[in-house]
C-alpha cells in the first residue's frame, strides 16, 4: 500500500530575477515498509524532496498525498500537526540539546503532542531500550560518542510512533565504524515494519537501502529496486 505519492511536484525559488525549479515535475510512489535511498549531486533536488515529504515545505504545484492523505495545501498548523505525530526526522548533526539527559531528549516530542509526565518517560525508555541505550538514559548528550548520539536522536524519531521516518545524511558525521551501526539499526527497524527513507551522498551506505532513488536536475533520473545488502553480516565481517 503507498504510503508516499507524489505526482508532477514543482518547486521554484525565486532569488531576483533568477529562478531556481528545485522540483521540475517529480512523480513518485513509496510503499509502507520501503528503505529508500535518495541520492543525487548537490543541487539535484533531493533535499527539497525531503523537505516537501517531510512538510517542512509546500510545493508551487503538484499533489502530495501521505498515506491517502493530500497534505501539499494544508495550512502550516496542519503541517505542523503532521510533523509531529506522523514523521520522524533523524540529522546528520543530531540537534541533540547537548546538557539535557538522553530520556529527556526523546521525551521532548511528546510534551508538544500534552503526553503527561509518566507516559512521556515510559514512551523514551521503551524507544532509548530500543536502541540499545538503555543503560545510558541519564547521560546528557554531551557525555556520550557520537554513534551513541545518533541513536538517541534516532529514538526521539521514533517516540511518537512514526509512519514514515526520514533521515538526512544520518552517518554524514560519522566514522565507517559507528555509519555501520546507524545502519543495521535502520534496517532494524525497517525490517520490523517502519518505513525508512533516508538521503545519503554514500554509495556504500545505499547499499544498505532496498532502493535507490537518484535525482539530477530537479528531476528523477533512476529509480531502482534491488536486494538491499546486510549492513550486520558486513559489520560483523569487518570488525
Same mark, same amino acid.
Given at each position: 500500500?503507498?504510503?508516499?505519492?507524489?505526482?508532477? %511536484?514543482?518547486?521554484?525559488?525565486?532569488?531576483?530575477?533568477?529562478?531556481?525549479?528545485?522540483?521540475?515535475?517529480?512523480?513518485?510512489?513509496?510503499?509502507?515498509?520501503?528503505?529508500?535511498?535518495?541520492?543525487?549531486?548537490?543541487?539535484?533536488?533531493?533535499?527539497?524532496?525531503?523537505?516537501?515529504?517531510?512538510?517542512?515545505?509546500?510545493?508551487?504545484?503538484?499533489?502530495?498525498?501521505?498515506?491517502?492523505?493530500?497534505?501539499?495545501?494544508?495550512?502550516?498548523?496542519?503541517?505542523?500537526?503532521?510533523?509531529?505525530?506522523?514523521?520522524?526526522?533523524?540529522?546528520?548533526?543530531?540537534?541533540?540539546?547537548?546538557?539535557?539527559?538522553?530520556?529527556?531528549?526523546?521525551?521532548?516530542?511528546?510534551?508538544?503532542?500534552?503526553?503527561?509526565?509518566?507516559?512521556?518517560?515510559?514512551?523514551?525508555?521503551?524507544?532509548?531500550?530500543?536502541?540499545?541505550?538503555?543503560?545510558? %538514559?541519564?547521560?546528557?548528550?554531551?557525555?556520550?560518542?557520537?554513534?551513541?548520539?545518533?541513536?538517541?536522536?534516532?529514538?526521539?524519531?521514533?517516540?511518537?510512533?512514526?509512519?514514515?521516518?526520514?533521515?538526512?545524511?544520518?552517518?554524514?558525521?560519522?566514522?565507517?565504524?559507528?555509519? %555501520?551501526?546507524?545502519?543495521?539499526?535502520?534496517?532494524?527497524?525497517?525490517?520490523?515494519?517502519?518505513?525508512?527513507?533516508?538521503?545519503?551522498?554514500?554509495?556504500?551506505?545505499?547499499?544498505?537501502?532496498?532502493?535507490?532513488?537518484?535525482?539530477?536536475?530537479?528531476?528523477?533520473?533512476?529509480?531502482?529496486?534491488?536486494?538491499?545488502?546486510?549492513?550486520?553480516?558486513?559489520?560483523?565481517?569487518?570488525?
Amino acid at each position: 500500500m503507498a504510503l508516499i505519492e507524489v505526482r508532477d %511536484l514543482v518547486k521554484i525559488y525565486r532569488m531576483g530575477d533568477t529562478e531556481l525549479r528545485a522540483l521540475d515535475g517529480v512523480s513518485l510512489t513509496i510503499d509502507r515498509g520501503e528503505c529508500v535511498a535518495i541520492m543525487g549531486p548537490s543541487g539535484s533536488g533531493k533535499s527539497t524532496f525531503m523537505n516537501v515529504v517531510g512538510c517542512l515545505d509546500v510545493p508551487n504545484s503538484g499533489s502530495y498525498r501521505l498515506d491517502g492523505r493530500e497534505v501539499s495545501g494544508l495550512s502550516d498548523d496542519a503541517l505542523a500537526a503532521i510533523r509531529n505525530q506522523r514523521i520522524g526526522f533523524v540529522f546528520q548533526q543530531f540537534n541533540l540539546l547537548a546538557r539535557t539527559s538522553a530520556l529527556d531528549n526523546v521525551a521532548l516530542p511528546l510534551l508538544y503532542s500534552g503526553a503527561g509526565r509518566a507516559e512521556r518517560e515510559r514512551r523514551a525508555r521503551a524507544r532509548l531500550e530500543q536502541v540499545g541505550l538503555g543503560d545510558r %538514559l541519564e547521560h546528557t548528550a554531551g557525555q556520550l560518542s557520537g554513534g551513541q548520539q545518533q541513536r538517541v536522536a534516532i529514538a526521539r524519531a521514533l517516540v511518537n510512533d512514526p509512519l514514515l521516518l526520514l533521515a538526512d545524511e544520518p552517518t554524514g558525521a560519522l566514522d565507517t565504524r559507528t555509519s %555501520l551501526e546507524v545502519m543495521v539499526l535502520l534496517q532494524g527497524l525497517n525490517r520490523a515494519g517502519q518505513t525508512v527513507v533516508f538521503v545519503t551522498h554514500e554509495a556504500e551506505i545505499a547499499r544498505f537501502a532496498s532502493r535507490i532513488v537518484r535525482f539530477r536536475d530537479g528531476r528523477v533520473e533512476h529509480d531502482e529496486r534491488r536486494q538491499p545488502e546486510d549492513a550486520a553480516v558486513i559489520s560483523a565481517a569487518l570488525y
